[in-house]
């Protein structure tokens, strides 16, 4: 039997993560016109701030029992109550990753503690198999906060995307943005192709 397994564990991207950058209460992630006619496999990990995690995780297989596990883990402890009232901003302007072909990952966070996750397998000459919801049970971080109502609003956040980004692109684009405090996301695809 071919068999890949792809484990990532635990990755952590530290940027402009320094006291003094938090203690001016902002931090900003921005793409300016970046990327423009990618073509094959493209992943990007962009943040500001502290203790964010970003994976961009990709796997390939072929064969008459092609077979991929992608396992991706990310913990962090509770975020710093002077860490929830941060301005923070996430933004891709311009032409960023039009016109592009082929497999694209973007993970773009500002902020504290923000945990993203791009996946994508493709199986060539695969078996069937069910498909389950345990990709999105990956990221686990627990929150200082009560994310209900009565939880209190501070920091401003913005996150934008310019209209002209990603236009006339095509394969696969994965993209999270964040802004803020706590957010977890998670883009899982894949894809099996059988004889």
Do not use: C, W
Not at 35 to 49: E, T
Not at 69 to 77: A, F, L, M, S
Request: avoid cysteine; hydrophobic fraction near 40%.
């Amino acid at each position: 039997m071919n068999s890949s397994n792809l484990v990532i564990a635990v990755a952590v991207g530290l940027l402009l993560g320094s006291a003094a950058a938090l203690g001016e209460m902002a931090v900003n992630a921005d793409i300016q016109s970046s990327g423009k006619g990618y073509s094959g496999v493209v992943m990007i990990n962009q943040a500001a701030g502290t203790d964010q995690q970003q994976v961009n995780a990709r796997a390939l297989a072929i064969g008459d029992r092609a077979e991929i596990r992608i396992k991706v883990e990310q913990t962090r402890d509770i975020i710093a109550e002077e860490h929830l009232l941060l301005d923070a901003s996430a933004q891709i302007r311009g032409d960023s990753f039009s016109q592009g072909n082929g497999v694209l990952g973007v993970n773009q966070s500002a902020g504290s503690g923000n945990q993203q996750i791009n996946a994508f397998r493709i199986e060539f000459g695969s078996m069937p198999e069910s498909l389950d919801d345990g990709g999105l049970a990956q990221s686990v971080a627990p929150s200082s906060i009560n994310s209900g109502a009565e939880a209190p609003q501070s920091g401003r956040r913005v996150i934008s995307i310019d209209d002209q980004a990603f236009a006339d692109s095509r394969g696969v684009v994965q993209l999270n943005q964040s802004a803020g405090a706590g957010n977890r996301m998670v883009n899982s695809l894949g894809i099996r192709i059988m004889d």
